[in-house]
């Protein structure tokens, strides 16, 4: 046995003003789950204390609550010193009861027509990554759409997907879903971090529907914009002035000794809109023996497109960006956006290996300009954090130059 310290969300509407966090001492075995140090207050500290349970082996989804801040399911989920176990951020009955039916509500089920096929085996393959959500809604709880706006949720989301590939269903998913908010996902990818399912909403659910969306013609009119844009420059944003790739040569040599080649992938936002900053990261790499090479006929990675529906010219342009770099011999590329990264990696299928810049610097090693006085804080990209799984590159890179400070973050909303 061991004792560990934790800290329990405390709320009765009908006696308390505010919600607090309660401190226990509680004695564990080793490899106890975060359900049995609330079975342990209930019976030997607070028997008033309320929570929700019932399987206990993960597959009801009923003990979902957060854990230092992130959804988990109570059953799964190991025990550790010091940890702070609060509710879902959903509306609160006691405790760590939270009220799920208003968003299980909007969960669609299956409405046979009078004549109906079942699936067939492909279709039934199609299906599967979809259909083992347990309704824990720690997805909902993740979801930081659903803390500004009114949306259905990515439970729901994924829902109508499954059923919209079943062809007993006689319902129209996919308008249903545009009305329920299906375009204010903002693929940040939180809700599959957090699935104890691990389905893969954004990717599976809410990309897919948009894509029967853009079919049905319901795709947003400034979606339509950026998919013409695309069609028509190769760009997913108008020019501010002279892009990178019309400042520097194909080839940039490094200072000294050639330590390696990669490519650079620079990505629409770096190109067009924030040249100077690629332009700063090209001399980061020049003074630490990193030679670049830059096609300067690359075009848009595609992920506007996918994120939004839009998929018919998307082949178009992987195959123009990979060519790019296979015709140089290129086997790393290299990407500063996080969204370009992330749709190389995740969505592309290439002959070359895709770093982002933090892990080229960290890989070939970085000499460190002298430490600036200041504090700075980092705010994590999702498609960086989550898209490409990159998080301790960063803060080690800058923790070299200036003092790194901490701060709650968010999905900055950009989609």
Partial sequence: MREISVKVFRFDPSSDTTPHLQNYLVSVKEGARVLHVLHAIHDEHDPSLSYRYCCGSGQCGSCAVKLNGQPVLACMEEARDEMIIEPLDLPI?????????????????LVPGAEFRMPAPDE??????????????????????LKVIDFAGPAAMREDMRLSLDPR???????????????????????????PKNIEIPGKAIEKLRALANRKGLTLPRHQEVEKLVRETGRSVDRTGTTFLEQVPEILEPEGEVKATVGFFVGCMYNMRLPQTALDAMEVLRRNGIRVIIPKEQVCCGSPLIRTGQIEFLDTLKSRNINAYVFRNIDTVMTMCAGCGSTLKNDYRTPFKVMDINEVLLRYGIEPPARLPIKATYHDP???????????????LISKVVDLVEMPAICCGSG
Avoid: N
């Avoid at 009955?93 to 089920?109: A, G, Q, T």
């Avoid at 299906?127 to 759409?145: G, H, M, N, Q």
């Fill in 169 to 195: 269903d006689t319902c129209d998913r996919v308008t249903e879903a545009v009305s329920e908010g299906l375009f204010t996902c903002t693929s940040c990818q939180s809700c599959w971090k957090v699935c």
């Fill in 124 to 145: 039934v393959e199609a299906i599967k990554p979809l259909r083992s959500c347990i309704e824990c809604l720690a997805c909902v709880s993740a979801c930081p759409a």
């Fill in 93 to 109: 009955k006691k405790d760590l009861i939270v009220d799920m039916e208003p968003y299980l509500d909007r969960i669609s089920s």
């Fill in 382 to 396: 999702c498609h960086l954090l989550r898209g490409q799984g990159i998080r301790t590159q960063p803060r080690e």
